[in-house]
């Protein structure tokens, strides 16, 4: 039996750190969400899309003052995208 994920949609790209970029996806609840850094070139060679379907273990608990920004954010990203869009 596969391992169990659960669809998630981005809600924050941000590159603070010259050549990182840091990508959240989050549920629609905005309960849990997933971070990943990668370097500006990967992505490059890499589309970000609308959503990721993330293992259940590799989800964090979303800090309480996140939450209701990225469960608005998250709906409005399945709203608005198929998953496998470019964004």
């Known amino acids: 039996m596969g391992e169990q994920t659960v669809r ?30 990668l370097s ?7 589309e970000t899309t609308a959503a990721r379907d993330v293992p259940v273990e590799k989800l964090a608990a979303t800090p309480a003052e996140d939450r209701d920004r990225y469960a608005t954010q998250a709906t409005a990203m399945a709203e608005r ?7």
């Open 40 to 46: 500006f070139r990967l992505l490059q060679r890499r």
């Open 81 to 87: 995208h198929d998953p496998g869009d470019p964004v």
């Open 8 to 37: 998630c949609w981005l809600v924050e790209r941000d590159s603070h750190q010259e050549n990182l970029v840091t990508l959240v996806y989050a549920t629609t609840d905005g309960e849990r969400h997933r971070t990943k850094q």
